[in-house]
């Protein structure tokens, strides 16, 4: 197996991944390859032992969160694992749209995966077509259908894009609030391949062969379309800390919240927030989300001001409003609005809009950028 440089980045820290793959596919200090298959088959079979095999813990854990994301997204939600499936994690499909026309039927779904192996997960968005076409059948086939279904993935959405956005968001949003310390593993990631890994992850489809994906997901789907998206989208979560700058930030948090008091169990947006990600929106207004600077933390527990402290500089009585789900600084002259697309106990993403008015009377506007806070405790 390769060594865990293959997940150094500059800014990212990946390598518990290496130490979780490590830990369930390999045996410590074996050189005996039978050896190591044995081992991996036994970590990996307490883990589904523990989380597929045992029916309470099953019911417990994963039909709970089941009918908990079906509950709070408001839509139906198919789990695509069975107790027949030896795959370390709980997967499901969300339905977002269905068309057909003849004998084509266009599909779009968004699919989750949630490890056992640690507390990682995906998603990511299937455009799949798939056509009915006759064929000739054997004799001895007399009386069965001739229809046979051919399936073609057209395109994998890595991030929240376009139509499937919202739902992205919030179905993230919602995992995160269910296990509040998981990380999302972006699909770069999931696409790197760890020489060794399909002795224990027979694989249907060759893309996902020895792939992070495939040890710490699943195996038999197919992966292999063209992708939309942030390919790096979730790399937030996996920022390499730097000592100075969390010295920094926790002596702005004593001072912003010093004469703060928050209730914790209440789900308002009226808190301390930080800044974690900032996704880059197709616009049509280009460049112009470059010129404008943000704020690292955010603090609107005074229901009328705002406070926000970017690069150590604090700027307090910032008048603004809350109406119709948007944050409005009222300076800006409803020029730049925080839509509000999701609201939890800890996580809040915005969404700026941008609207411009130009000299001879017409507006720009679009939204140019989606943020990612989190709740400072």
Same mark, same amino acid.
């Given at each position: 197996?390769?060594?865990?440089?293959i997940?150094?980045?500059?800014?990212?820290?990946?390598?518990?991944?290496y130490?979780?793959?490590?830990?369930?596919?390999l045996?410590?200090?074996?050189?005996?390859?039978a050896?190591?298959?044995?081992?991996a088959?036994?970590?990996i079979?307490?883990?589904?032992e523990?989380?597929?095999?045992?029916?309470?813990?099953?019911?417990e854990?994963w039909?709970?969160?089941?009918?908990?994301?079906?509950?709070?997204?408001?839509k139906?939600v198919?789990?695509?694992?069975?107790?027949?499936?030896?795959?370390?994690?709980f997967?499901?499909?969300?339905?977002?749209?269905?068309?057909?026309?003849?004998?084509?039927?266009?599909?779009?779904?968004?699919y989750?995966?949630?490890?056992?192996?640690?507390?990682?997960?995906?998603?990511?968005?299937?455009?799949?077509?798939?056509v009915?076409?006759s064929?000739?059948?054997?004799?001895?086939?007399?009386?069965?259908?001739?229809?046979?279904?051919?399936?073609?993935?057209?395109?994998?959405?890595v991030?929240?894009h376009?139509e499937?956005?919202?739902?992205?968001?919030?179905?993230?949003?919602?995992?995160?609030?269910?296990?509040?310390?998981i990380?999302?593993?972006?699909?770069?990631?999931?696409m790197?391949?760890?020489?060794?890994?399909?002795?224990?992850?027979?694989?249907?489809?060759?893309?996902l062969?020895?792939?992070?994906?495939?040890?710490?997901?699943?195996?038999?789907?197919?992966?292999?379309?063209?992708?939309?998206?942030?390919?790096?989208?979730?790399?937030?979560d996996?920022?390499?800390?730097?000592?100075?700058?969390?010295?920094?930030?926790?002596?702005?948090?004593?001072?912003?919240?010093?004469?703060t008091?928050?209730?914790?169990?209440?789900?308002?947006?009226?808190?301390?927030?930080q800044?974690?990600?900032?996704? /880059?929106?197709?616009? +049509? #207004?280009?460049? *112009?989300? $470059?010129?404008?600077? %943000?704020?690292?933390i955010? &603090?609107?527990?005074?229901k009328?001001e705002?406070?926000?402290?970017?690069?150590?500089?604090?700027?307090?009585?910032?008048?603004?409003?809350?109406?119709?789900?948007?944050f409005?600084?009222?300076?800006?002259?409803?020029?730049?609005?925080f839509? /509000?697309?999701?609201? +939890? #106990?800890?996580? *809040?993403? $915005?969404?700026?809009? %941008?609207?411009?008015?130009? &000299?001879?009377?017409?507006?720009?506007?679009?939204?140019?950028?989606?943020?990612?806070?989190?709740?400072m405790?």
């Open positions: 197996m390769r060594s865990k440089s997940f150094q980045y500059t800014n990212a820290d990946f390598d518990v991944l130490e979780v793959i490590h830990k369930y596919y045996s410590a200090g074996s050189e005996n390859d050896d190591q298959d044995e081992t088959s036994n970590n079979g307490d883990v589904l523990d989380n597929f095999f045992n029916p309470k813990h099953y019911k854990r039909h709970s969160f089941k009918l908990y994301l079906k509950a709070e997204l408001k139906p198919r789990s695509v694992t069975g107790f027949n499936e030896l795959y370390p994690c997967s499901g499909v969300i339905p977002v749209k269905e068309v057909k026309h003849n004998s084509l039927t266009h599909s779009k779904e968004l989750f995966h949630i490890s056992f192996l640690g507390p990682y997960f995906t998603i990511y968005g299937i455009d799949q077509t798939v009915q076409l064929e000739d059948l054997p004799y001895y086939h007399v009386g069965q259908s001739n229809v046979i279904p051919y399936t073609a993935t057209n395109a994998i959405t991030s929240p376009q499937y956005k919202l739902l992205f968001s919030q179905l993230e949003s919602k995992i995160r609030a269910y296990f509040p310390n990380r999302f593993i972006p699909f770069e990631i999931n790197i391949k760890i020489q060794g890994l399909s002795r224990h992850t027979p694989d249907i489809d060759g893309k062969q020895d792939t992070v994906f495939s040890a710490l997901f699943r195996s038999d789907l197919s992966l292999d379309g063209m992708t939309r998206g942030e390919k790096k989208y979730g790399f937030i996996w920022t390499k800390k730097n000592e100075a700058e969390d010295s920094r930030n926790q002596l702005m948090k004593a001072a912003i919240l010093i004469n008091t928050i209730n914790e169990s209440e789900i308002s947006v009226h808190k301390v927030w800044l974690a990600e900032v996704t /880059i929106l197709p616009s +049509t #207004l280009g460049n *112009l989300m $470059l010129n404008i600077e %943000l704020f690292e955010l &603090d609107l527990t005074n009328n705002a406070t926000m402290i970017n690069n150590g500089n604090v700027e307090t009585g910032i008048a603004y409003t809350i109406e119709n789900n948007e409005v600084i009222k300076s800006f002259h409803n020029q730049l609005v839509k /509000i697309e999701t609201l +939890t #106990l800890t996580e *809040l993403i $915005l969404t700026l809009h %941008l609207n411009i008015l130009q &000299d001879e009377g017409k507006n720009l506007k679009d939204d140019v950028a989606r943020l990612r806070l989190i709740k405790s």
